[in-house]
């Protein structure tokens, strides 16, 4: 008789409390698993768990602490840095089950939910309030507000709106050791440490999130969407900048390049200038009074900025039609190349034209195209590099020119992440963003909550180790951080 | 021959790198540091140190850590719970010579400070180019960005503009061991755990603030005041929550009480009605379409909750009168009595009536009269608690009461700070507000970045003890945090 395998120990012990079906041992079981949206990394889960409540999952959780595990939190595999990338060696901790809204509070507009309810849903039970959960990530169908919480998730809306940060008061959290407690509150502002703030995008490495109350805002009473057409990118980049310097905030404003703009009409059929160099769609939201008064700033402002057209939605069904082409940006990408990989970098607006050239060189050097969509009302870059798995290295040269992106966005003083997170995705590139000082201190924090290191890891922070055999050098903001030391 | 006093033996070290103007050794000297804003806590720093760069930051922190000497930080010394009390024992680290501004780049609205610079001084800086600093402390004329961060300050117009964490995007930290940092960034977001927001109300219990990247906002094209006098606090509070549940975010919605309006109106006869139960004051800001349309709507809704008299400012020298009052409220207290203890608590605001009857209640139980001041718009009581410091034991049940009032507000899922910060007052209400669980994480955290534990020390998180000695119950919005524990 043999010892019993490692899938096979965990499963048993996992049996006392949670019924066989929650608990997907064979191969096909699992294979669903084995990836998130990030699906150039696949690796399949040792086992994969599915618990129903926050009792079960300290225990899923306890166990494996005792037994050293690793173990990955997932909610819907939406995600596309690959914060959800299983371990062989792990556990797949599926949040699947937990989708019931809790509680819907109109008087303080929240709402107690748990993490594996879907984005969306929260609006659609809250719609009958007059109320809506503002963050609109382009999968808000599918995506869970769970895995919105561990990506700092973001969206066309968060422009105005913020992040996912930004509209959540509370969590409910179970640490590896199996300890549960809540952080932040419905007060103005919770005291001790801002421990929602941290585990808010800290990519599943600080605990599971088991609960989630998220701040509901009121439907505004009406919103406007105009469209403007471009021959040149530069000038479409400026109009950006002067709109938000104008002191208008647009609950969104969204910029895509001729190759992004051929792609969506071709799919959508949004009616979009096929030939333009750019095309900006700027939105804006309030009351009527407040709307029409900025339609005009705006459209004043884009016709200054050389805008060849500008169109303002007529009605209701116009602008969803506008928002079509947008919203089918990336799966209008599958129709002119086999395969694309989503870019996802911040840079300072006023750096935008500067950061399209760059982009364009590095196309060129790399014989990859490249479509450009991105939310460039807050710099939030989301270049497409559209590439064919099939062709021998070109997966390769598609992943180095996209660290290049990155790498670029870094030294104009940008981030290399904008509401994907870091994952498995930009690791290395971590190692430009952030100095050795800066890493060991979140090692540190990660230690406070997780001090063997079981939850997902190798994710989000890289280590030193990792990042002296990537050998970055650390820039920040194009320069060191504090220019004065260079006196001593 | 002696050994040298471990006042000297420091000062000896410090001697090597600062100016002796620099150490401040004598009991004169000392003398002005010896509280905040909280005066009712006093203590003598061992000594003062006031270093003027990044540098000598470094060393004096490295040379206590060393010598395993506390280091309490201080910008303007504003704070009212204490949070830069000093130890007898311990280091005064004063920011005060960090008063430079050094960088605005209106393009981007920020601007990168140093931690000693006045809260209104950046709004004065940047006036030129349209824009402001949001955040406005009672005590902005006065109080330090650096303080701001550490105690996450508010302002009345908090409650449209958010409270500090909202307001800046980077920090320049140095740690303990004297190791310097950056956290956050000028992208939309920054990767890795969200250190900025971590560090951001920390109470200088993470490490020290050495400079600050503040977001600057247009300042709005015009902005209406309306005041509303009530016969009575509960529809004035009822009042606040359907100006807010009708989707209206006012600049600031504060209200006062009779004993404040009498207060306040006779300090600076600002035409208060002395006779009301409750004044409103709201402000409304934006585009002028925007305000107009706000205005009719605000002062519709004021009728129909029954203000008795509704007020609108008819030019900008009355604006600044209605606002004159509520800014004096709380020096007027000298007038109508010799001490008054300022409490901060936060509540859902539709709990606002029943726990301002409750106030009510302990006011008369202790025989201590009470002035109400509040932002009512996001719930934060500033509730001032009348007493004479020389009458024995009264010092002694103001605090008591005080205690109480927090707790109350604790009990109906608010939270014992709302801008003011935990500090020396507040920290056994800290066990009402968290569990062991929930405390241990913050210790845990804290370990992280300053594991010797010398930075503040006793301040902001209640050790276990305290809270076992305190004998707290902790609750948790009146309830357990995961109520379907229960079951299992």
Chains 1, 2 share one sequence.
């Not at 109109?106 to 959960?133: K, W």
């Not at 469209?227 to 900048?241: E, H, I, N, R, T």
């Not at 710099?379 to 064919?388: K, M, Q, S, T, V």
């Not at 020119?401 to 870094?410: N, R, T, W, Y």
């Amino acid at each position: 008789m043999t010892a019993a395998s490692p899938q096979a120990a965990l499963a048993q012990r996992f049996r006392a409390f949670l019924p066989d079906s929650s608990i997907l041992v064979t191969e096909t079981e699992r294979r669903p698993y084995e990836c998130d949206g990030l699906s150039v990394y696949r690796r399949l889960p040792l086992l994969v768990v599915l618990p129903e409540d926050i009792n079960q999952v300290q225990r899923v959780l306890r166990i494996c602490a005792e037994l050293a595990v690793p173990v990955v939190a997932r909610g819907a595999g939406t995600g596309l840095s690959g914060g959800a990338l299983p371990l062989t060696d792990g556990v797949l901790l599926s949040l699947a089950k937990f989708n019931r809204i809790l509680d819907i509070d109109p008087l303080n507009r929240t709402a107690r939910v748990q993490p594996g309810v879907r984005n969306l849903a929260i609006s659609e039970a809250v719609a009958e309030h007059g109320l809506y959960y503002a963050p609109d990530p382009s999968s808000q169908i599918a995506c869970s507000i769970g895995g919105n919480v561990a990506e700092n998730a973001g969206g066309v809306h968060c422009l105005k709106y913020g992040l996912t940060v930004h509209n959540i008061v509370q969590l409910g959290i179970v640490t590896m050791d199996g300890e549960q407690f809540t952080v932040g509150g419905t007060g103005l502002d919770a005291p001790g440490y801002d421990l929602l703030a941290l585990m808010t995008g800290s990519e599943g490495l600080l605990g599971v999130i088991v609960e989630v109350v998220v701040k509901l805002l009121p439907v505004p009473d009406t919103a406007q969407v105009l469209l403007a057409a471009f021959d040149d990118v530069v000038p479409a980049g400026d109009a950006v900048g002067r709109i938000i310097g104008a002191g208008i905030i647009p609950a969104g404003l969204e910029m895509m390049d001729n190759p992004a703009i051929r792609a969506a009409e071709a799919f959508a059929h949004a009616g979009y200038p096929e030939d333009a160099a750019a095309i900006l769609l700027c939105e804006l939201d309030g009351s009527r009074a407040e709307v029409e008064t900025d339609v005009m700033r705006v459209r004043k402002l884009l016709a200054q900025c050389g805008a060849r057209e500008v169109r303002i939605a007529r009605d209701a069904d116009e602008r969803a039609l506008f928002w079509k082409g947008r919203k089918a940006a990336f799966p209008a990408m599958g129709r002119i190349s086999p395969d694309y990989y989503c870019m996802d970098g911040t840079i300072p607006r006023h750096r935008l034209p500067e950061v399209l050239s760059g982009i364009e060189t590095l196309s060129r050097d790399y014989g990859l195209p490249v479509a450009n969509v991105f939310h460039a009302g807050d710099g939030n870059l989301h270049p497409l590099i559209l590439f064919d798995a099939n062709r021998p290295g070109e997966l390769q040269r598609t992943e180095e020119m996209g660290g290049k992106i990155l790498e670029l966005c870094v030294a104009v003083g940008g981030s290399i992440t904008g509401e994907h997170g870091v994952g498995m995705e930009k690791i290395n590139q971590m190692c430009s963003q952030f100095s050795a000082a800066e890493l060991t201190q979140m090692h540190a924090v990660k230690a406070a909550f997780d001090p063997a290191g079981l939850l997902n890891p190798g994710k989000a922070v890289p280590t030193l180790h990792r990042c002296a055999e990537f050998g970055a050098m650390h820039v920040h903001d194009g320069q060191l951080p504090f220019p004065e030391l260079e006196r001593f």
